[in-house]
C-alpha cells in the first residue's frame, strides 16, 4: 500500500490509521504500566514495586513522551508512512536497553513486556502492509532473543513463542485483507474497463450519427453540383456550411481525447465574437435567424488562448441555432463584470431546455437534442474552466435559452 505515497486518498486512509494508532499505542502502554507496576503492587503481592528505580526508570517513558512531537511533525508533513516504523524502533530499542539494564548480572527471574506489542501486531494487517507486518514480526521476536542472549535467560522463550503464534494469526489476517483488496480491485478494473467500452460504444454511435448527415448532405450537393452549368454555384455555400459542422464536430473529439496545452495570449474578444458569427452567419440566415451584438465599448483585452475561445462561441452559437430551426433572434452581450472580469452572454428565443436536464449539460454524452453527441457544452466547460472561468445556463422551457461565460481579465497563475 506504500507503493504510491503520493497518492492523496492513500495518504488520507494512512493518517486516519496512524492517528487511531497513536491514541491507543500511548493510552494502553501507560495504563499498562500504571497498572501493572503501580496500582497491581499496592493492592496485591504481584507486580513489581521497584520498575521505577532499575533499569531507564521514569526516563524511559519521556523518551517515549519525547518521540510523540516528532509522529505529529512526519504526520502533519504528509509522510505518515514513516512515523509507525519511528514509533516501534524507538519502542523496541529502548525497550531491549531497559531489559539489559533491568537484569544483566542478575538472578531475577525475567517478567518483561507490555501490551502494546500486541497493538502492533493487532495493527500490522490493518496498515496493509507485508514491509511493516514483517519489520514488526522479526522485531519483536528478534527483542526477545536479543535480550535473552544478552542477559544469559532462558526465560525469554515464553513470550518470544507467544509473540510467534499471534504473528502467525496476524499473518492469516494480513492475507485475507489483501485477497479482499486483490478482488476488489479486480471487479474495480473489471467494471471501469466495461465502462470505457460502454464509453466507447456510445461514442461511436454519436460520431457515426452526428457526421454521417452533412456528409450525406454533401455528397448529394456535389451530384447536384455536377449536374448543374458551371457558373451556378447555389450550393457552394451549402456545402461549406456542412463542412464546418463536420470541423466542430471533429474538433471536440480531439479535444476531449488528446486535450491541448493552453496557449495564453492577449486577445481581442471583440475579434473572437465576430470570427465565429462570420463561421455561423450563413447558418443563420439559411434558418431564418438574426444575429445581434450588443458589446460594451472599450472592453480590454484579455489574456486567454484565442483558438479555445473561439472553439467556445461557435459551440454556443451552433446550440442557440439548433434550438431555433424556424427562426429567431440570438443576441450576444459583452460588458465587463465584478472583480477585473469579462461577462459574455448568448441569449436565443428557442425551445429552451428544462430545469431539470440544465445540472446535466456539461456531462459527457448527455444531450437534450435529437441528433446532439453531448460534447459541446461539456467541451465549453472544461475550456472556461482552464481558464479559471465559470459557465451559467439560464432556461425557460418554451421561451429560450441564456449561457453566460465568466472569464478574468488576466489569468491568475497556475504554477
Not at 501486531?121 to 532473543?145: D, E, Q
Not at 457558373?231 to 466542430?248: H, K, L, S, V
Request: hydrophobic fraction near 45%; include cysteine.
Amino acid at each position: 500500500m506504500e507503493a504510491d505515497e503520493q497518492c492523496p486518498k492513500l495518504i488520507f486512509e494512512e493518517k486516519k490509521a496512524i492517528k487511531l494508532f497513536l491514541w491507543l499505542f500511548y493510552f494502553f502502554y501507560f495504563t499498562y504500566s500504571l497498572v501493572w507496576y503501580y496500582i497491581i503492587p499496592k493492592y496485591t503481592s504481584y507486580g513489581d514495586r521497584k520498575y521505577f528505580d532499575e533499569g531507564l526508570g521514569i526516563w524511559l517513558y519521556i523518551l517515549l513522551i519525547s518521540l510523540l512531537p516528532i509522529a505529529i511533525y512526519y504526520y502533519k508533513k504528509r509522510n505518515p508512512y514513516a512515523v509507525k516504523y519511528i514509533l516501534f524502533i524507538v519502542f523496541v530499542s529502548t525497550d531491549i536497553v531497559d531489559n539489559i539494564l533491568r537484569y544483566a548480572g542478575t538472578s531475577k527471574q525475567f517478567a518483561s513486556g507490555n501490551i502494546v506489542e500486541v497493538l502492533f501486531l493487532i495493527f500490522a494487517p490493518i496498515f496493509v502492509n507485508k514491509r511493516y507486518f514483517w519489520v514488526i514480526s522479526f522485531g519483536l521476536i528478534g527483542k526477545y532473543f536479543i535480550i535473552g542472549i544478552l542477559i544469559h535467560n532462558s526465560d525469554v522463550i515464553i513470550p518470544a513463542v507467544s509473540i510467534a503464534v499471534i504473528v502467525v494469526i496476524s499473518y492469516i489476517l494480513l492475507t485475507r485483507f489483501f485477497s479482499y483488496i486483490s478482488t476488489l480491485t479486480k471487479v474495480h478494473n473489471d467494471l471501469r474497463q466495461q465502462e470505457k467500452l460502454a464509453v466507447v460504444g456510445q461514442m461511436a454511435a454519436s460520431i457515426a450519427h452526428e457526421i454521417r448527415n452533412p456528409l450525406a448532405s454533401l455528397k448529394g450537393f456535389v451530384q447536384l453540383q455536377q449536374e448543374r452549368p458551371p457558373e451556378n454555384r447555389d450550393y457552394f455555400p451549402i456545402m461549406i456550411q456542412e463542412i464546418d459542422r463536420i470541423n466542430i464536430i471533429v474538433n471536440d473529439l480531439m479535444y476531449i481525447s488528446k486535450p491541448k496545452t493552453v496557449q495564453m495570449q492577449l486577445a481581442n474578444l471583440q475579434e473572437i465574437i465576430s470570427y465565429t458569427i462570420s463561421i455561423m452567419e450563413y447558418q443563420a440566415e439559411a434558418q431564418g435567424v438574426t444575429i445581434d451584438t450588443m458589446l460594451e465599448e472599450s472592453l480590454p483585452l484579455i489574456k486567454c488562448d484565442e483558438k479555445h475561445l473561439k472553439q467556445v462561441f461557435i459551440n454556443l452559437l451552433k446550440n442557440a441555432l439548433e434550438a431555433m430551426p424556424e427562426g429567431g433572434m440570438i443576441r450576444i452581450f459583452g460588458k465587463r463584470g465584478h472583480n477585473s472580469t469579462i461577462v459574455v452572454t448568448v441569449e436565443d428565443n428557442g425551445s429552451g431546455i428544462k430545469q431539470v436536464d440544465i445540472p446535466r449539460l456539461t456531462q459527457p454524452f448527455y444531450t437534450t437534442k435529437k441528433d446532439g453527441t453531448g460534447l459541446g457544452l461539456m467541451v465549453v466547460n472544461h475550456i472556461i474552466n482552464e481558464h479559471h472561468g465559470h459557465l451559467t445556463v439560464d432556461s425557460e422551457l418554451g421561451k429560450g435559452t441564456k449561457v453566460s461565460v465568466t472569464l478574468p481579465i488576466k489569468q491568475k497563475d497556475r504554477s
